[in-house]
């Protein structure tokens, strides 16, 4: 048995330990952080025209499914008539090529696809990852290695290979965006799970809980009250960097033809045969690409705002011009002596 | 030793019955399709006894438990196909006959391999090296403007999906600047020059997006690494700073980065896949995407299987090479 | 330096003070340390005796702290010299230990090998040589075996065993200055006793200047010649042992040395205890571990506990005590035997049964007022009625000596001491016969213990409670209890009343714990290091 003693560490502070935990702390580490503001001003931005694409194209009078042939050189190839692909007041960004359908509806309706599926993707793995991980850390030894087995495998599955093939044999009559959120929610929910039992079983361990079981409360309401809270920071962290990524792997399944299909518009999509047709339209290109990279970009800085909102100490030493001071405390830890 | 032995032992059982786990899996989803696996083959035009045809000959009567085993025994031992006219043998390791052409999946797969692992190894060289390099760098320079940079360098590359940079790259490489041809693969035994040029197009789209999420790590994990305590012991010790991180601080700070290198595979083989099919790279990624598109399953299964294979033996290295860095890990 | 050798003292610290941020954490300190002198640095948290130490070398560069007046180490001014200056200092002139040696130990190199390359850093010997050094220090230190263990990494050690490894690597270029920070406090107290008495020996061998920077006035009386009291940043007293302890002038001395629990005071008791028992183990074991592994960490233990009255239960870690505590309260299933309550058997948790934890940060839920959590025995029982609930509660925070308004306010707003009676107002929630405390005060400072103990105390007499006291401090519990229970290895070896468990001690066992504990007179110090040595030589 080790000798090290479980009990004293150096006398605790008998002065208030400052940090607040809670709600509004957190919201106002987040609004300290102006790369995380802007990110969110931006995604917030997003949100809205995804929301409000049946708005922005009635404006501009125009919908993503309709074709115009008229605007389309079919002599030379598909190319849009006009210049900058067949801008113009009617058409704010251009046509497609070959199809003639306008750009910015296209744009704006895919927005709709690209941040929908993504969302309810992460909403898919969180759901799933916290019901495996809560019962794998509640439960019996026999329920946590079968499920903690079931997760491993679920972890090694790769993403990517694994949706492509699952896309290709489900028949077309089922609703594709439907289909791409339950591939991607069904497949990636592996390391949320890992994360939501490791952090159950060390709140289990936790004295309050066991107060809380002496106070008298059964198990379901403990669950509920004491550790399902403690659970939300880590939740959130992962969950806030999983959209982004799942934007990427929706774009990705796009582009190669087996996530969304025609006619319903997502960025990926737009992008397949993007490599084609830029010299002649460079906003077919531009324009997707650019909206990928700008939404998978501000999803992940406002990730990385709240996961060093959640936990400040952690990220402290990570944070660019953070200075060279060491975190308060480290190692030793006890007491409030540097 | 004996600690390690064992875990070594346990670690592999555990990958073989993760392999079979997955074997099961992919099989019974593919197979036990609702769609009709026939119908889907033959195409929608045929007429029913055109599907029932098909059925028979893919032998898609028997129960699906008798299907696996079969299918398990062709990988074990190797089986026979009566082809209509003549019996063929498949020698082990047998994934079966492509739908579509009747070649054997196995053949096939061990063609396109050399250039999907061209591809993916030279890549992983790349990121490891890029990854590891500029983490270690912003962690060093903390503080400072180039840290800055680097920072939001590394976060950009990250949030770029793979084909958009291997888009980008394409077009202002190929097509703008003239300064490389469009790839065109050529094998390293053919050519290795050839060779090592045409995949540097492939190599960096792929490469340079898991090169930001390494640098983004290894810079993480270098500066906790710095706030441990045995860094503060030895400098108390006046061990000279160039040693400190040398030799106390890189083991602590790369033992993570090695174990997610592991993860990050999974995600690699995916990128490759979309790097395979933007530059027309005639790797396993670009026959799956195909074998998708006209829905032939044993060379979507077998080439799932195969990848699925090389994801677990990864996970499984990095597992052993991160218990050989720390040996903690093997008490556990 | 150009200081007469004979003379110049072997540290000089003038007016110190070092700044973190706005935050003074030492305050214009001033002392000297003779060559081979010993001094030791008393104080609370909080009392920047960490902060001074590690200014002594140097090591508040690296935090960013800033440093003013003077501090001469060992003929280098630490506040001017150049890096390389300080490299020449740090190991080879004087060494510091630390107080985790597992942290502070590099996890990935043998032992032997980190020690000789700091031998190599300050000497120009070679590998063979350096090795050979290390082994020799680890054996000079004691740890048998030194040949095979120089080749271990920190985790296959002991603590104790790390502890001494981190001793031996401070003695390889044989320091003018040893520098301890905290050295036993993670360690039990016979553990503590060895390093304590190891660190005399080495003294005395030597020659070497010791400076002991600790929390527990005992230790410091064990192993220095002066003492210097510290209190927020400043020096409150300094003076020789037997003067700071035995006549000390300041009040805060004073204070800080009459909390200090003494193992040969016996407690103070109220009217006896009644007969009545209430609460009894009856051949407890338990059971953890599977196959080959499996192994009891209470075996056979049974004992009593009457109305009004406290029992003790002592031991060291992994004696099982704590496993005992839990038992008792229903949160772990007995593997054989009972417990039994008023009579009858008891399984599972009730509120006649409650406990007081250990940590004062873990055992209250953070997301939730502190209200709220001594509410929780109350809504359990089905209570609706707010008003009552919050009356009910504000009582309690003032029997505990809290203020009744603070029910909305949330734990991190409240000091270790005050968390502490939060959850002690929370076991009396649920009115019970029976509070058993867990290691209750050990993570406090010595002045917050006392009055958390004479809360205890206060509230056993007013209701009537019994309480099981678990800790490992032998000194604390001889002054909470009236009978005593000592755990080994999960069984008792010695159980009584308390005067004669301490006074009289029948197991061996014992004897060996109670020469361990540090005393505070200089005097009884050398007779409990005698005593020790003819305890080991048995």
């Known amino acids: ?338 | 030793m004996s600690g390690f032995g064992g875990f070594v032992l346990r670690r592999g059982v555990g990958a073989v019955i993760t392999l079979f786990a997955i074997s099961v899996i992919i099989y019974v989803v593919f197979y036990a399709t609702p769609g009709n696996v026939a119908q889907i083959t033959c195409g929608p035009r045929c007429s029913p006894e055109q599907v029932h045809q098909v059925a028979q000959q893919l032998r898609l009567d028997d129960p699906l438990y008798l299907r696996y085993w079969h299918f398990l025994e062709g990988i074990l031992v190797g089986r026979d196909y009566s082809t209509g006219t003549a019996v063929q043998h498949c020698s082990a390791p047998c994934l079966g006959l492509s739908y579509q052409s009747d070649q054997q999946v196995t053949e096939l797969i061990l063609a396109k391999l050399p250039v999907s692992l061209s591809l993916v190894l030279g890549a992983m060289v790349l990121w490891l090296v890029l990854g590891v390099g500029t983490g270690m760098l912003s962690a060093w320079r903390r503080g400072r403007l180039s840290e800055r940079v680097l920072t939001g360098i590394t976060l950009a590359g990250t949030a770029t999906p793979v084909f958009v940079i291997g888009l980008v790259l394409m077009i202002v490489v190929c097509g703008e600047l003239h300064l490389l041809p469009f790839p065109q693969y050529v094998a390293f035994t053919d050519d290795p020059e050839q060779w090592a040029w045409n995949l540097l197009l492939p190599w960096l789209s792929l490469a340079l997006i898991e090169a930001a999420t390494f640098a983004r790590l290894t810079r993480a994990s270098m500066l906790e690494t710095l706030a441990e305590d045995h860094i503060r012991t030895f400098r108390a010790y006046g061990v000279g700073e160039r040693s400190v991180i040398g030799r106390h601080a890189l083991r602590g700070a790369l033992a993570p980065v090695i174990a997610l290198n592991a993860n990050n595979f999974g995600s690699a083989v995916g990128g490759a896949v979309l790097t395979e099919t933007l530059f027309g790279l005639p790797g396993i990624g670009q026959e799956l995407v195909h074998a998708v598109a006209v829905v032939d399953l044993p060379v979507v299964v077998g080439m799932v299987l195969v990848i699925g294979f090389f994801v677990v033996i990864a996970n499984a290295v990095a597992d052993l090479l991160y218990a050989v860095a720390d040996r903690r890990v093997v008490l556990a | ?538």
């Not at chain 1, 931005?45 to 501009?60: D, G, N, Q």
């Not at chain 3, 417990?339 to 007081?356: I, K, L, T």
């Not at chain 3, 839920?365 to 009356?391: Q, T």
């Open chain 3, 1 to 538: 330096m150009s200081d007469s050798p004979v003379t110049a003292p072997l540290v000089q610290v003038t007016d110190l003070t070092v700044e973190f941020g706005g935050l003074r954490a030492v305050d214009g300190l001033s002392f000297e340390l003779a060559v081979g002198g010993a001094l030791g640095l008393v104080g609370e948290s909080g009392s920047g005796k960490s902060t001074v130490a590690s200014a002594l070398l140097g090591l508040h560069r690296d935090t960013g702290a800033r440093l003013g007046g003077s501090v001469l180490v060992a003929g280098t001014d630490v506040g001017r010299a150049s890096d390389e200056e300080l490299r020449r200092l740090r190991g080879a002139k004087a060494a510091m230990v630390f107080q985790d040696p597992l942290s502070s130990l590099d996890p990935y190199y043998a032992i032997g090998d980190q020690i000789a390359e700091v031998y190599r850093v300050h000497t120009r010997a070679s590998r063979r040589a350096a090795r050979a050094r290390a082994v020799e220090v680890l054996d000079r230190v004691g740890i048998p075996d030194a040949v095979r263990r120089s080749r271990s990494r920190p985790h296959e050690f002991s603590g104790g065993m790390r502890q001494r490894a981190l001793i031996a690597m401070a003695l390889a270029c044989e320091p003018d200055l040893l520098i301890a920070d905290e050295p036993t406090t993670a360690l039990d107290v016979t553990v503590q006793a060895q390093i304590l008495d190891l660190l005399h020996t080495l003294r005395q061998e030597t020659g070497m200047g010791l400076l002991l920077v600790t929390h527990d006035v005992g230790v410091a009386a064990e192993s220095v010649d002066e003492v210097l009291v510290m209190r927020h940043g400043k020096a409150v007293e300094h003076g020789s042992v037997a003067t700071v302890l035995g006549a000390p002038r300041e009040e805060y001395t004073r204070d800080l040395l009459s909390a200090v629990p003494r193992v040969d005071v016996s407690r103070v008791s109220p009217a006896a205890p009644s007969e009545e028992v209430v609460i009894e183990a009856v051949g407890l074991r338990r059971e953890f571990g599977r196959g080959r592994g499996r192994f009891a960490a209470v075996d056979d233990v049974s004992l009593t506990v009457r109305r009004g009255e406290t029992l003790g239960v002592v031991g060291e870690s992994g004696s099982g005590k704590t496993t005992l505590g839990r038992m008792l309260v229903g949160l772990l299933e007995p593997t054989a035997g009972e417990v039994r309550y008023e009579g009858g058997v008891r399984s599972g948790v009730g509120p006649a049964v409650q406990m007081v934890f250990q940590d004062p940060v873990s055992s209250l839920n953070p997301r939730r007022s502190v209200g709220e959590s001594i509410a929780d025995p109350l809504r359990a029982r089905g209570e609706r009625d707010e008003r009552h609930i919050r009356h009910r509660v504000g009582e309690l925070l003032a029997r505990v000596g809290l203020d009744a308004e603070h029910y909305d306010r949330y734990p991190h707003e409240f000091s270790g001491g005050q968390r502490q009676r939060v959850g002690i107002a929370r076991a009396l929630a649920a009115d019970p016969r029976v509070i058993v405390c867990d290691e209750p005060v050990s993570a406090l400072d010595v002045t917050t213990q006392a009055q958390v103990v004479a809360l205890l105390g206060e509230l056993q007499r007013e209701l009537g409670l019994a309480l099981v006291f678990v800790a490992h401090d032998l000194a604390v519990v001889r002054q909470v209890s009236d009978r005593v229970a000592v755990m080994r290895g999960g069984r008792i070896v010695e159980y009584g009343p308390a005067d004669e468990v301490y006074g009289a001690p029948q197991d061996p066992y014992t004897r060996q714990l109670l020469a361990a504990v540090p005393a505070l007179d200089p005097v009884v110090a050398a007779r409990r290091r005698s005593a020790r040595k003819e305890l080991t030589a048995a």
């Open chain 1, 1 to 338: 048995m080790s000798e090290a003693l479980v009990a004293t560490q150096a006398p605790g502070t008998d002065t208030p330990v400052p940090g607040a935990s809670g709600a509004r702390s957190f919201w106002r580490r987040l609004r300290a952080q102006r790369a995380a503001l802007v990110a969110a001003v931006v995604v917030a931005l997003l949100v809205l025209v995804a929301l409000f694409a049946p708005l922005l194209t009635a404006l501009e009078g125009q919908d993503p499914t309709t074709y115009h042939p008229s605007l389309i050189d079919s002599a030379r190839g598909g190319v849009p008539v006009g210049s900058f692909g067949g801008m113009s007041a009617h058409h704010w960004l251009g046509v497609e090529p070959q199809t003639g359908r306008d750009l910015f509806a296209r744009l704006v309706y895919g927005a709709r696809v690209s941040l929908g599926v993504a969302l309810a993707a992460t909403v898919v793995q969180v759901v799933i990852g916290i019901t495996i991980g809560v019962a794998s850390a509640l439960g019996s030894r026999w329920v946590d290695q079968f499920l903690s087995r079931v997760t491993d495998i679920i972890v090694a599955m790769p993403l990517m290979i694994m949706s492509l093939a699952l896309l290709a044999i489900v028949p077309s009559s089922f609703p594709r965006p439907v289909l791409v959120t339950l591939v991607i929610g069904l497949i990636a929910w592996g390391n949320i799970a890992k994360i939501v039992r490791a952090q159950t079983l060390t709140l289990k361990g936790l004295d309050y809980v066991s107060a809380a079981r002496l106070s008298g409360w059964g198990t379901w309401r403990i669950a509920r009250r004491e550790l399902l809270p403690g659970l939300a920071a880590p939740v959130i962290t992962y969950a806030a960097l999983l959209v982004p990524i799942n934007i990427s792997v929706e774009a990705a399944l796009s582009f190669l033809g087996v996530g969304v299909k025609p006619p319903t518009p997502s960025w990926g999509q737009m992008l397949t045969a993007a490599d084609v047709w830029y010299q002649a339209a460079p906003q077919y290109l531009l324009f997707p690409a650019g909206a990928l990279f700008v939404t998978v970009l501000a999803l992940t800085v406002l990730g990385d705002g709240v996961r060093t909102a959640l936990d400040p100490r952690a990220a402290s030493r990570l944070r660019v011009g953070a200075g060279r001071r060491r975190g308060a405390g480290t190692g030793s830890g006890k007491g409030a002596d540097a």
